[in-house]
C-alpha cells in the first residue's frame, strides 16, 4: 500500500533533469490555515474518537482530564483559549501515549451576571420568578453553543457531544444531593454571621468573590469618656459609618496604655490611648504641655469593669480585651460593632454583645438618626455629631486596601444577616492535610492553596438571587431549627428537579412536603453561592457518570487557588466522614497557569482598547499559530500576546512547515510496508537512534507538563539535526541514485521515521497541521495513530557527532573561501582530513564521505592539519547531480549518475 500518491516518469524525450528523484509538491508551503482548518474539524474530530477507541481496546491506561466551566455569558477571551489549549495539549499527548482518555468539559450557567442581562433585557419590566429563571435558561443556552464553537475552532479535543451544565436538571439534582450530604455530615449551619456583602447586588459573597483594590477612606480618632476616670478613650476607626452600630471598645491585655493629660487649641483634655501610641497621636492633635498620669496594661484597664459613654448615643459600651488589637496604626484601642466585621463579631460572641442591625441590604441606614441615608452619605453626618460633642479628635483620609466585589468592582462592607454557612474548622484541615497526596505545578501551588484554605472562616454559601440551585431547608418560624426530617426532604426534593428542574422547590406547593408542618415552618428561598456549583463537580458530575471522583489534571489560572481548586476540595471534606477524607481528594495534579497580558505586560481591558479577542487571531494566523504561541509560553507565569509576537510565532510554524515539507515531499514513492526490512546505513541507525531520543525526550516533557520544552526541542531538531545535517548530507542519495536503490531507501526510511516522530510529537501542539499531514495518507495507518516510547529498535553505532563537528569546521573556511569568491560552493572544494588520532574515519568510504561533506572529493593525511583546496581542472561537474569528480563519462556524468540510468546501485554501508 502506497503511504503517499505517485506519479511516474515518462521515459519519452527524457533529460537529466527527468531522470532525478525530485520531490512532488503534494504537502505545499503555504499553509492558508484561516481557509483550510475549518474544513478539517469534523474529521480530525473523527481521528480523536478513533485513537481514543484503539486506546480502549488495548487497554489503555485510563486518563481523567476535567475541565474547570468557564461562565455562559459572551464569547471567549483570550485566556479562555490559553487555558483551553494548555489542557488540550494533555488530553492530546496522552491519547497519542496510548491512554483512554476522558476529557470532559462544561459551563457554568446560574448567578448574577446572567440576571442582570435578563433584567437589562426586561428594561425594568417586572415578570413572576418562574419566568425570568427560564429567561435566564434561555440566554444561558444561547451563550454556551457560542462559546462551544469558538473552542471547537480551536481544535479543543474535549468531548462536545456530551458536555455538561449547571443548570441541566440532572446535575442540579446532584447538588442539592451534595448539600444534603454535607448537612448530614453536620457540617451545614445557619447562622447570622457578618460576611462580606455587596450592594449593588445585595447579596451575600464568599471569599472566592472578592477581590482587593486601593481604597480612599475617612478614618477617625473618637472620644469614648469615662466617668470613672475623668477621661475619653480614643478609638481609631477606619468605617465611620459602623459607630450607630458600637457595643464596646477593646484593647490588647498585653499592652500598655497611659493616661495622658496635654493642652490642644487652649484645652485641656484627659485621654487613654496605647502608651507608644502617643508620640504619632499628639503630633496630630497639636498636643502641648502633655503629662503622662498613670499607666496600666489592658488586662487591667478591661479588670476595671468601666463603661463608657457612646459618644453621641444615650448608652454606655463595656471596655473588653481583644489579642488582634495592635499599635501599628490607631491608638491600641478600637470600637467593636459585632454586626459589621468578622473580629468585631468574634469579640461580641466572647462577651454576648448584642448584634446591632443599623443598615439595610441597599446600604441604607434604618437607624432612626440616620434613616434614609447611605453608609457614604451617613459619614459626614457622624463626623458633624462628633465634632459637636466635642469627641472628635483628628479625622483625615487613608488609602488602603479594601475588598471590592468581584463582578461590580464596588466595594463590600462585612455585615451580619442570616445565612448558611459550611463549617470550615476541621474540615479545612482535612483539606490542608489532603493536599500532601497532590503534585502541585508549579510546586509554589500548595504553599498558596494552604495559606488559602487556612486563613478560611466559615464559608457562607447562601446568595439572595433568583437564578441558582436552591438550599431546600425548612426553618422553624420560632425557634429557626431546621425541620428534623430536613436530610430526606432535601433529597425528595433532589429526585423532583431531576424531573423539573429548579421549580421544584421554589415553585413547589409546601403543603405537599411537610403536611399540617407547613405553618409552622417558612421554606428558605436563597440560592447557593456558584462556587459551591463548580466545587461539587467531582460529584454531581464525575460520580454521576461513572467517572473517577478523583481527576487526574485540574488545570485553572493561578486565581483559583482561591477559586475552584478551594471549592471542590472543600466539599469533597465536607460531605465525607472524617475517616474517609482522604479517599475525596478530586484531583491528582493540580497545575496552575498565570494571566495574558497585551503586549506591553498591560492587564487587557476595552477601556485601554488592547484587548485581543482569540477569534480574530484564529482568522488572521489560524488556530495552529495561536497553539504555537501557547505551546512556546512560560504558561506558569503571567504571558504577552500581540501581532509581533504572532508574526514571530507565524515564523517559527513556517519553518518546522518547511521540514515536514521536504520530507513529506521526498516520500512520494516511498511505501514503508514494503520497506521496512530495508538494509540501514549506518549513518541512517545513527540519526533514528537521535530521531528516538528526541521522542524519549518530549514524552518525558509532556508527561510533566513542560510544553515549551517540547516545541524548544523539537524546532532545535528539525533545524539543527534534520534540515541543517541530514537532509543536506543525505540530499544526493534521495535526488540522485537508483530510485529503489537500498541507500536511497534507507535514507526515506529515517525521513519516514522522523516525519512519524513529528506527527506524534507536533500532534498536540499543531493538530490541524498535523491532521492535513496525515490526509496524505490513503489510510490510518496505527503506525500513525498509536505513539510508543520508540519508533524503531535502538542501534549500536559509531558517534557520527565526532565526523560532524569536523564538517562544522571545514565549512567555516568553505564559507569563507565562498566570501573570498574562491569557489562558489562546497561541491568545488577537496578536503584532506587527518586520521592519525581518528582512525575510525578511514573505515568509511571515500566516495560516502564525500556525500556526506558535500565536496568533490575526500582525502586522508597524518600530519595533523586538515585542510581545504579548490578542485583541479581535472574535475569536471556532472550535468547530473553538479558534483564535480575526476571520472565523467562522454555524456558529462559522473559514474554514480551513470550507473544510476542504466538502475546499477551503488554498494553503501557507512552513509
Not at 105 to 128: A, C, F, M, S, T
Not at 617 to 625: C, E
Request: overall charge neutral.
Amino acid at each position: 500500500m502506497k503511504l503517499w500518491s505517485t506519479t511516474l516518469l515518462s521515459r519519452e524525450n527524457m533529460n537529466y533533469k527527468d531522470t532525478l528523484n525530485l520531490p512532488h509538491n503534494s504537502f505545499p508551503m503555504k499553509a492558508n490555515l484561516p481557509q483550510q482548518e475549518p474544513k478539517w474539524l469534523e474529521g480530525m474530530g473523527k481521528t480523536v474518537v478513533l485513537r481514543n477507541s484503539i486506546n480502549k481496546m488495548h487497554n489503555g491506561k485510563y486518563f481523567q482530564l476535567f475541565s474547570g466551566s468557564p461562565y455562559s455569558n459572551g464569547d471567549i477571551h483570550v485566556g479562555h483559549s490559553f487555558n483551553y489549549i494548555l489542557k488540550d495539549f494533555i488530553a492530546r499527548s496522552k491519547r497519542m501515549n496510548g491512554c483512554n482518555v476522558n476529557f470532559t468539559i462544561g459551563w457554568d450557567n446560574h448567578g448574577l451576571p446572567i440576571e442582570l442581562v435578563v433584567e437589562k433585557q426586561l428594561k425594568g419590566k417586572r415578570v413572576p420568578n418562574d419566568v425570568f429563571r427560564k429567561l435566564c435558561r434561555k440566554y444561558a443556552e444561547e451563550q454556551v453553543a457560542i462559546q462551544k464553537q469558538s473552542f471547537y475552532r480551536l481544535g479543543i479535543s474535549a468531548d462536545f457531544d456530551n458536555p455538561y451544565h449547571t443548570m441541566d436538571y440532572q446535575t442540579e439534582s446532584n447538588t442539592v444531593k451534595a448539600l444534603a450530604n454535607i448537612y448530614q455530615q453536620s457540617n451545614l449551619v445557619s447562622g447570622k454571621k457578618p460576611t462580606h456583602f455587596c450592594f449593588d447586588c445585595q447579596s451575600s459573597l464568599a471569599e472566592a468573590e472578592v477581590e482587593y483594590y486601593d481604597k480612599n477612606s475617612k478614618t477617625a480618632y473618637v472620644g469614648f469618656y469615662s466617668s470613672t476616670i475623668n477621661a475619653d478613650l480614643v478609638a481609631y476607626t477606619t468605617t465611620i459609618w459602623t459607630l450607630p452600630a458600637n457595643e464596646a471598645l477593646a484593647v490588647n491585655p498585653e499592652l500598655y496604655y497611659s493616661l495622658f493629660e496635654y493642652i490642644s487649641n487652649n484645652q485641656v483634655k484627659r485621654i487613654i490611648i496605647e502608651e507608644d501610641s502617643g508620640v504619632s497621636f499628639f503630633q496630630l492633635v497639636n498636643a502641648t504641655h502633655i503629662k503622662q498620669l498613670e499607666v496600666f496594661s489592658g488586662k487591667e484597664l478591661s479588670n476595671k469593669n468601666l463603661v463608657v459613654n457612646h459618644p453621641f448615643l444615650a448608652k454606655q459600651v463595656p471596655i473588653v480585651c481583644a489579642d488582634y488589637v495592635s499599635n501599628d496604626v490607631g491608638t491600641g484601642i478600637v470600637h467593636i460593632a459585632p454586626t459589621f466585621g468578622m473580629d468585631d463579631y468574634q469579640v461580641g460572641k466572647q462577651h454576648s454583645l448584642p448584634m446591632t442591625d443599623t443598615v439595610n441590604t441597599s446600604g441604607e441606614f434604618i437607624h432612626p438618626m440616620f434613616t434614609g441615608k447611605t453608609i457614604h452619605t451617613a459619614t459626614n453626618d457622624i463626623i458633624s455629631l462628633l465634632q459637636a460633642n466635642d469627641k472628635l479628635y483628628f479625622t483625615n483620609e487613608l488609602t488602603h486596601s479594601y475588598p471590592h466585589c468581584w463582578r461590580h468592582k464596588t466595594p463590600t462592607i462585612f455585615m451580619a444577616t442570616p445565612q448558611w454557612f459550611i463549617k470550615l474548622d476541621q474540615v479545612a484541615k482535612d483539606a490542608v492535610a489532603s493536599l500532601d497526596e497532590v503534585e502541585f505545578y508549579p510546586v509554589n501551588g500548595k504553599v498558596r492553596l494552604t495559606k488559602a484554605l487556612q486563613n478560611r472562616p466559615d464559608w457562607c454559601i447562601s446568595r439572595q438571587r433568583r437564578w441558582g440551585v436552591p438550599i431546600p431547608i425548612y426553618t422553624h418560624k420560632d425557634t429557626k431549627y431546621p425541620h428534623p426530617d430536613t436530610y430526606n426532604i432535601m433529597l425528595k426534593v433532589s429526585e423532583n428537579m431531576s424531573k423539573i428542574g429548579l421549580e421544584a422547590w421554589f415553585d413547589k406547593t409546601h403543603r405537599e412536603v411537610l403536611g399540617v408542618d407547613e405553618s409552622v415552618y417558612n421554606p428558605c428561598l436563597d440560592t447557593l453561592d456558584v462556587w459551591f456549583d463548580s466545587g461539587v463537580q467531582f460529584f454531581s458530575v464525575c460520580a454521576a457518570r461513572g467517572m473517577q471522583i478523583t481527576s487526574d489534571v485540574y488545570l485553572e489560572g493561578s486565581d483559583q487557588h482561591r477559586g475552584w481548586f478551594q471549592s471542590s476540595i472543600l466539599t469533597a471534606m465536607a460531605m465525607s466522614p472524617e475517616n474517609a477524607r482522604s479517599e475525596m481528594v478530586p484531583y491528582k495534579n493540580l497545575i496552575t497557569h498565570g494571566f495574558v497580558l497585551d503586549k506591553d505586560g498591560k492587564k487587557m481591558s476595552k477601556s485601554l482598547g488592547n484587548v485581543i479577542s482569540p477569534n480574530d487571531i484564529v482568522k488572521k494566523y489560524g488556530a495552529d499559530v495561536l497553539r504555537l504561541w501557547v505551546a512556546n509560553s512560560d504558561y506558569q507565569k503571567d504571558v504577552r500576546i500581540g501581532d509581533e509576537i504572532l508574526e514571530r510565532v507565524s515564523d517559527q510554524y513556517r519553518k518546522l512547515r518547511n521540514t515536514i515539507k521536504h520530507l513529506v515531499n521526498n516520500l512520494h514513492d516511498y511505501d514503508y510496508d514494503e520497506n521496512m526490512n530495508v538494509t540501514l546505513l549506518e549513518y541512517d541507525q545513527y540519526t533514528i537512534n537521535r530521531i528516538n531520543e528526541v521522542l524519549y525526550a518530549c514524552n518525558v516533557f509532556y508527561n510533566k507538563f513542560e510544553f515549551s520544552n517540547v516545541i524548544t526541542t523539537i524546532s532545535e531538531f528539525c533545524t539543527d539535526v534534520l534540515s541543517n545535517e541530514y537532509i543536506n548530507n543525505t540530499r544526493d542519495r534521495v535526488y540522485t541514485y537508483v530510485k529503489h536503490s537500498n541507500s536511497r531507501r534507507s535514507a526515506q526510511t529515517v525521513y519516514f521515521m522522523a516525519l512519524k516522530m513529528l506527527y506524534q510529537v507536533l500532534e498536540p501542539i499543531i493538530p490541524f497541521t498535523m491532521y492535513e499531514l496525515m490526509l496524505l495518507s490513503e489510510q490510518h495507518h496505527n503506525s500513525m495513530i498509536t505513539l510508543n516510547n520508540s519508533i524503531l529498535n535502538s542501534y549500536n553505532t559509531f558517534n557520527y557527532s565526532l565526523l560532524s563537528e569536523h564538517k562544522k569546521q571545514f565549512n567555516k573556511t568553505i564559507e569563507q573561501m565562498v566570501k573570498d569568491k574562491v569557489v562558489n560552493s562546497s561541491s568545488e572544494c577537496v578536503i584532506s582530513i587527518n586520521t592519525d588520532n581518528e582512525g575510525y574515519i578511514k573505515r568509511i568510504n571515500s566516495g560516502e564521505l564525500k556525500r556526506y561533506f558535500n565536496v568533490a572529493e575526500v582525502l586522508f593525511n597524518n600530519t595533523l592539519i586538515n585542510t581545504v583546496k579548490r578542485v583541479s581542472n581535472e574535475y569536471q561537474k556532472c550535468e547530473r547531480c553538479w558534483n564535480y569528480s575526476t571520472f565523467i563519462n562522454s555524456e558529462c556524468l559522473c559514474n554514480t549518475c551513470a550507473n544510476a540510468l542504466v538502475n546499477k546501485e551503488e554498494s553503501h554501508k557507512y552513509m
